[in-house]
């Protein structure tokens, strides 16, 4: 069993997606640079990896993925002419992004699953615990998941996945868990995991979303994982083996979120959670509110 209860200072965020959902926006435009409000959806995640105390973060990226370097890189000629409009708000903004966190890149070159993307990771991560975050799964910052991941894992070692409550109907298209209670109300023992089951075959409504924070012996396992579901590496095959047999790599706990999360990843949600951002801003809220009640007003 691997001891793994050092400080997590290292996330990982997969991107290496081709975006299809999304086409034709993303012929040309990585699918996590599409806009939510004002910001892309990836800047979003990178910041729930820091406010969590991860500053060493690693991108998994592929074959049209430039922006998404070129947005977390300086833009000089940028902030030099905003510098001379004396732009000051608008210059802040554009930094932003460039001073969050320390940023690497990798790519992942064949399209071969997440599992497969997670182990491009492994000779930046080492033999350190580290966190996964999906671009995918926006999580509302007043509802820190990945903090109380990280705390979980320091505490027991091993891994931690996020779960969260489905509609039983919806599970197929999720990852779902098998699970025991713990003292803990928002904290169960992961005894199982299968890939998108179908709706009579799921252990219960407890999905997958797109948070992990995983043992070092991940890797071992995903080396020998044989492609699954949909001819893909699964880390949910390599998180069931790790479930089985601890000693391999410590337990597998899930923390069950009841907090607010935005899903981008398919176009109406995507779409919903622009307008519930949008409407919680203190600068956007109040008139977009007001013109969104008027328009369904009309509308209905």
């Known amino acids: 069993m691997t001891q793994s209860h050092t400080r997590i200072s290292k996330a990982v965020i997969p991107a290496a997606g081709l975006g299809t959902r999304f086409l034709p ?23 729930e990896a820091v406010s969590a105390g991860l500053s060493d973060v690693l991108m998994i990226t592929g074959r049209n993925k430039r922006p998404l370097e070129d947005h977390f890189d300086r833009n000089y000629e940028l902030e030099s002419a905003l510098t001379r409009k004396g732009d000051a708000e608008r210059l802040q903004k554009v930094q932003e992004s460039s ?21 491009c990771a492994a000779p930046h ?14 999580i509302d ?17 091993g891994s931690v ?16 868990a098998a699970v025991e209670p713990t003292a803990a109300g928002d904290v169960v023992r992961v005894t199982g995991l299968v890939e998108k089951p179908e709706v009579a075959e799921a252990p219960s409504n407890l999905a997958i979303i797109g948070r992990y924070v995983l043992d070092p012996a991940v890797f071992d396992i995903l080396r020998k994982t044989e492609p699954g579901r949909g001819g893909e590496i699964q880390l949910t095959d390599a998180l069931q083996l790790l479930a089985e047999d601890e000693k391999i790599g410590g337990p597998v706990h899930g923390v069950v979120f009841k907090g ?14 622009i307008v519930r ?12 509110r007001a013109w969104l009640r008027s328009y369904v007003t009309e509308e209905m």
């Open 25 to 47: 926006a993303t012929k040309a435009t990585p699918k996590e640079m599409l806009p939510v409000v004002d910001k892309p959806a990836i800047q979003y995640v990178v910041e």
């Open 99 to 119: 001073d969050l966190a320390t940023m690497h890149y990798v790519r992942q070159g064949d399209p071969r699953g997440l599992g497969h993307a997670v182990l």
């Open 125 to 138: 991560v080492g033999d350190q615990p580290f966190a996964v975050l999906l671009g995918d799964d926006l």
């Open 141 to 157: 910052p007043r509802d820190p998941l990945l903090a109380r991941m990280v705390e979980i894992q320091e505490r027991e070692g």
């Open 161 to 176: 996945v996020a779960l969260m409550e489905v509609a039983p109907e919806q599970i197929h298209m999720y990852g779902c």
């Open 260 to 273: 607010r999360r935005y899903d981008t990843g398919d176009r109406s949600d995507y779409l919903r959670a």
């Open 277 to 288: 951002l949008a409407c919680e801003r203190e600068d956007l809220g109040p008139d977009f």
